[in-house]
């Protein structure tokens, strides 16, 4: 249970905030799929391209030690009470950051804290407040195209994403092997198979 409730996260949290922060740019409106259309070699080209820009030379790689020293002030979130009740009650967010919750059935399980400050890192916090996950997006975000790393609190990368728009991204594992790409409302696989579907893009 405890790694289909990680696997669901993984995947849920990479649009939890897009739509929020970033608007829509002109260009975009001139962006089209073409996973469908594209052959076998061409998306293998594709998505090596990709593997290799989020993974060759801005992929950071860190000790467990590393990554404490660098994040322990976010070990536990000290206003878990009140950002658990400002989620529970639908709120997107406050004065001074951005809130995403992840529920099973109407139980808030986890959520997702992104301060208007520093909008380079998002974190993920169990209900009680204990840190989970955190995002670390390049140093382009928010302007497309832009990436970033999931890691677990012990500096062990999760996934990285790779955003082409708000709605169209690739998704590697932390093996850096090709998950899916992300497109609306769909992802699709390699192959240029449906593999699996979400509602908030």
Same mark, same amino acid.
């Given at each position: 249970?405890k790694k289909i409730i990680v696997l669901v996260l993984m %995947?849920?949290?990479?649009?939890?905030?897009? +739509?929020?922060?970033? @608007?829509?740019?002109?260009? #975009?409106?001139?962006?089209?799929?073409?996973?469908?259309?594209?052959?076998?070699?061409?998306?293998?080209?594709?998505?090596? #391209?990709?593997?290799?820009?989020?993974?060759?030379?801005?992929?950071?790689?860190?000790?467990?030690? #590393?990554? @404490?020293?660098?994040?322990?002030?976010?070990?536990?979130? @000290?206003?878990?009470?009140?950002?658990?009740?400002?989620?529970?009650?639908?709120?997107? #967010?406050?004065?001074?950051?951005? =809130?995403?919750?992840?529920?099973?059935?109407?139980?808030?399980? *986890?959520?997702?804290?992104?301060?208007?400050?520093?909008?380079?890192?998002? =974190?993920?916090?169990? *209900?009680?407040?204990g840190l989970r996950w955190i995002d670390v997006f390049s140093?382009?975000?928010?302007? %497309?195209?832009?990436?970033?790393? +999931?890691?677990?609190?012990?500096?062990?990368?999760?996934?990285?994403?790779? /955003?082409?728009?708000? /709605?169209?991204?690739?998704?590697?594992? *932390?093996?850096?092997?090709?998950?899916?790409?992300?497109?609306?409302?769909?992802?699709?696989?390699?192959?240029?198979?449906?593999?699996?579907?979400?509602?908030? =893009?």
């Amino acid at each position: 249970m405890k790694k289909i409730i990680v696997l669901v996260l993984m %995947f849920l949290t990479l649009p939890c905030f897009a +739509q929020e922060q970033v @608007e829509q740019k002109p260009l #975009e409106a001139t962006i089209t799929f073409d996973w469908i259309s594209k052959t076998q070699l061409q998306r293998d080209e594709n998505i090596k #391209e990709i593997q290799n820009i989020i993974f060759n030379g801005n992929f950071v790689k860190y000790s467990r030690k #590393e990554f @404490e020293k660098k994040y322990s002030v976010y070990w536990k979130n @000290e206003n878990y009470l009140h950002d658990y009740d400002e989620i529970n009650q639908g709120k997107k #967010e406050d004065a001074d950051k951005y =809130y995403c919750g992840f529920y099973v059935g109407k139980l808030l399980i *986890a959520y997702g804290v992104q301060s208007k400050k520093n909008m380079k890192n998002i =974190y993920y916090y169990d *209900a009680m407040g204990g840190l989970r996950w955190i995002d670390v997006f390049s140093d382009n975000y928010p302007d %497309f195209p832009y990436w970033s790393y +999931q890691y677990y609190r012990d500096g062990k990368l999760v996934a990285a994403y790779y /955003y082409v728009s708000d /709605y169209d991204q690739y998704v590697f594992d *932390a093996n850096k092997k090709f998950k899916g790409r992300w497109y609306k409302d769909k992802m699709y696989n390699k192959n240029a198979k449906v593999i699996m579907t979400r509602t908030n =893009y």
